[in-house]
């Protein structure tokens, strides 16, 4: 008899390096998750083409196709009724959802963001945390509210700040670290302990 799974629907933008590191997660049958649906807004998203050859359904809404935000979510919410969803995952998607949207889902939507927040929400957080001086910056797990950046948090890793990086050097190790603490944050949801 195998384990009851937290069904995921993974929002992408772009190559998906996240999702991919979810689905790694995935492939082991202990693992509390599974994957229903890769949605993205973009159709030349990369992470599609991963998703399709892994068998993963996937729907496109690209947002350019809708005059106004509210008709974009909609025909998400749309496309999401035809899957049974637990937890949405924003894995670089670069869309910001409304509150309409977000209070649709309360406490089921989760995204990472690539510095250690209540520091530097928003663009550009690795650039604004050289330009300040700081000597770590990191990422975070956080539940999704309608202030940007703002949910509670799930996990953080720190990466130290080495005197020459540079926001293309630091992004990289931090990402290496987004591929670790992202699928061990759906874990703790899975497992009912956060």
Do not use: W
Request: glycine fraction near 4%.
């Amino acid at each position: 008899m195998g384990i009851d799974k937290l069904k995921l629907a993974i929002f992408i933008s772009g190559r998906g390096s996240n999702m991919r590191s979810i689905m790694k997660a995935c492939e082991d049958e202990n693992f509390p998750a599974k994957i229903e649906l890769v949605l993205s807004n973009r159709p030349d998203a990369k992470g599609l083409d991963f998703a399709k050859k892994n068998n993963v359904p996937t729907e496109i809404v690209d947002h350019k196709r809708y005059n106004t935000r509210k008709d974009f979510e909609d025909e998400i919410l749309k496309r999401l009724n035809k899957y049974d969803i637990d937890l949405i995952v924003l894995a670089g998607f670069m869309r910001i959802l409304t509150p309409n949207f977000v209070e649709k889902y309360p406490d089921k939507i989760i995204n990472i963001h690539p510095s250690l927040l209540p520091d530097y929400k928003g663009l550009n957080t690795h650039e604004r945390a050289i330009e300040d001086g700081k000597k770590h910056a990191g990422c975070t797990v956080h539940f999704v509210v309608p202030d940007l950046d703002s949910g509670p948090i799930i996990l953080q890793k720190r990466v130290p700040i080495l005197e020459n990086d540079t926001p293309d050097t630091l992004s990289k190790r931090v990402l290496e670290q987004e591929h670790i603490i992202y699928p061990k944050a759906i874990k703790l949801i899975a497992n009912k302990i956060i």
